[in-house]
């Protein structure tokens, strides 16, 4: 858990950049144009599922070094990234794979990133979709595998213990509100409040945006956001520092990456902020977007890291 004195920090971290500032009139922020995070972290493979740490030091995504989009549409494999350290060597884990990685930003570039830990990657499953906390203590992750040794698809949990990863779990068996089906889980700064997609009965289309708080310890029953944020076609990736302004995907549908915010009237209609095939926003408490994006290459296509600053 977190101690006092580090809730005091953060909290007062979030209050001085207003947990994702607006532009003037409640209009959404605006930021300036995209830049690709550089070599090493963006390849020729396929960088997905970014996340930024809120002081913007610390960058975890997804690695394919499979083309997903190649696979799906022609059922073929086109190898395109590098090994990176730690990636699996088993076949056919080793061309299949997808593990979690981390780089760190150090005197203004980024390291090689490092393979997140054998204990969070199993060669067998596929890891993506990720959350952790401000101090890099806790892990969200959705497990896109369901023939290996966790033996479930789903969001599962785990927490560091003297410096190591304990094996993950469930995240449904240590409170979590979660079922079958639902994906890229999120918690806001103080860990308070947990957004997610899902396509569970009462949302407003295909897959949508839930959200749960914490009261007195426990999680309250899920809730879809309402039609200004859902819509019949999809929503997904929701990130938000402070619960209140709230970023979100359609799944490379094309609209982009869209804002909502949570006023006394409720929250507001989404609006695009980034627009196209881009995804999986977060922010840090400074304000840069980060998010993926991409397209064609010759025969297929490529993912990468990009990040927008406010503008």
Same mark, same amino acid.
């Given at each position: 858990?977190?101690?006092?004195?580090?809730?005091?920090?953060?909290?007062?971290?979030?209050?001085?950049?207003?947990?994702?500032?607006?532009?003037?009139?409640?209009?959404?922020?605006?930021?300036? =144009?995209?830049?690709?995070?550089? %070599? +090493?972290?963006? @390849?020729? #493979?396929? &960088?997905?599922?970014?996340?930024?740490?809120? /002081? $913007?030091?610390?960058?975890?995504?997804?690695?394919?070094?499979?083309?997903?989009?190649?696979?799906?549409?022609?059922?073929?494999?086109?190898?395109?990234?590098?090994?990176? =350290?730690?990636?699996?060597?088993? %076949? +056919?884990?080793? @061309?299949? #794979?997808? &593990?979690?990685?981390?780089?760190?930003?150090? /005197? $203004?570039?980024?390291?090689?990133?490092?393979?997140?830990?054998?204990?969070?990657?199993?060669?067998?499953?596929?890891?993506?979709?990720?959350?952790?906390?401000?101090?890099?203590?806790?892990?969200?992750?959705?497990?896109?595998?369901?023939?290996?040794?966790?033996?479930?698809?789903?969001?599962?949990?785990?927490?560091?213990?003297?410096?190591?990863?304990?094996?993950?779990?469930?995240?449904?068996?240590?409170?979590?509100?979660?079922?079958?089906?639902?994906?890229?889980?999120?918690?806001?700064?103080?860990?308070?409040?947990?957004?997610?997609?899902?396509?569970?009965?009462?949302?407003?289309?295909?897959?949508?945006?839930?959200?749960?708080?914490?009261?007195?310890?426990?999680?309250?029953?899920?809730?879809?956001?309402?039609?200004?944020?859902?819509?019949?076609?999809?929503?997904?990736?929701?990130?938000?520092?402070?619960?209140?302004?709230?970023?979100?995907?359609?799944?490379?549908?094309?609209?982009?990456?869209?804002?909502?915010?949570?006023?006394?009237?409720?929250?507001?209609?989404?609006?695009?902020?980034?627009?196209?095939?881009?995804?999986?926003?977060?922010?840090?408490?400074?304000?840069?977007?980060?998010?993926?994006?991409?397209?064609?290459?010759?025969?297929?296509?490529?993912?990468?890291?990009?990040?927008?600053?406010?503008?």
């Amino acid at each position: 858990m977190r101690t006092p004195a580090a809730t005091a920090l953060l909290a007062a971290a979030l209050a001085a950049c207003g947990g994702g500032a607006t532009a003037p009139g409640g209009a959404p922020p605006r930021f300036g =144009p995209a830049e690709q995070v550089p %070599a +090493p972290v963006s @390849t020729a #493979g396929w &960088e997905d599922s970014g996340f930024i740490s809120p /002081d $913007g030091t610390r960058l975890y995504f997804t690695y394919l070094r499979m083309d997903p989009v190649v696979f799906l549409t022609e059922a073929r494999i086109r190898l395109a990234g590098p090994l990176r =350290p730690g990636w699996p060597t088993l %076949a +056919p884990y080793d @061309t299949i #794979g997808a &593990e979690l990685y981390r780089s760190d930003l150090v /005197d $203004g570039a980024w390291t090689e990133p490092v393979h997140l830990d054998t204990t969070i990657n199993l060669p067998e499953e596929q890891e993506g979709d990720e959350w952790v906390s401000a101090d890099g203590q806790r892990i969200l992750f959705t497990n896109g595998g369901a023939g290996g040794p966790r033996g479930a698809y789903g969001i599962y949990y785990a927490e560091q213990l003297n410096g190591m990863w304990q094996p993950a779990v469930l995240a449904s068996s240590v409170g979590f509100p979660f079922v079958s089906g639902d994906e890229n889980p999120h918690l806001t700064l103080d860990e308070q409040t947990l957004f997610f997609e899902s396509s569970r009965p009462g949302g407003q289309g295909l897959q949508n945006l839930w959200m749960s708080t914490r009261v007195q310890g426990q999680w309250s029953a899920p809730v879809p956001l309402p039609a200004t944020v859902n819509t019949p076609g999809v929503e997904g990736s929701p990130f938000s520092l402070d619960g209140t302004a709230l970023y979100f995907d359609d799944k490379g549908s094309g609209r982009g990456i869209l804002y909502s915010r949570r006023t006394a009237a409720g929250w507001t209609r989404a609006r695009v902020v980034v627009a196209g095939a881009v995804g999986d926003p977060s922010l840090t408490l400074s304000g840069d977007l980060y998010f993926i994006g991409g397209g064609a290459v010759p025969g297929g296509f490529d993912a990468n890291i990009f990040v927008a600053h406010p503008r």
